[in-house]
């Protein structure tokens, strides 16, 4: 195991994700107004902070025969083999992505995710991610 070549795939980041942190952060300096500096200061660092953990603890791996979903650094593993299509999709799902420009990933069986639902990720370069995927198991399916 420790010689298999370990690829990571980074989260595309759209802008609109750091518009709702400065948002949110303008939200924080108007409600502290009259209040004390260190107040806002520290509420600002806390949303800063958790936009930073959710934002830049997301990104993909794919190690072997397995894809490593990595969110808020929190890795969940499914199995190459296991993808019947991958395509890709735009949406503002709640997944493992900051993007609209994602890749959908559907399985064979249900019990993978335990749902019915489509695996949607937002690798920054989704064809490399869509060929590194068919590359270890041909048989995926490509949607439009």
Not at 122 to 139: E, M, T, V, W
């Amino acid at each position: 195991m420790s010689n298999e070549i370990k690829t990571v795939y980074h989260s595309r980041i759209d802008l609109w994700v750091w518009c709702v942190m400065i948002m949110g952060l303008a939200v924080i300096v108007v409600a502290t107004i009259g209040s004390y500096w260190w107040l806002c200061l520290l509420y600002g660092a806390l949303l800063t902070g958790l936009f930073v953990f959710g934002i830049f603890g997301c990104h993909y791996e794919i190690c072997g025969n397995r894809l490593i979903v990595y969110q808020f650094f929190r890795p969940h593993v499914f199995p190459i083999d296991k993808i019947k299509e991958v395509g890709k999709t735009t949406g503002y799902l709640a997944t493992a992505g900051a993007s609209r420009k994602r890749v959908s990933i559907k399985f064979t069986d249900r019990s993978v995710m335990k749902s019915s639902m489509p695996l949607e990720i937002s690798p920054k370069d989704r064809d490399g991610f869509i060929a590194h995927l068919k590359q270890i198991n041909p048989a995926i399916a490509t949607s439009a």
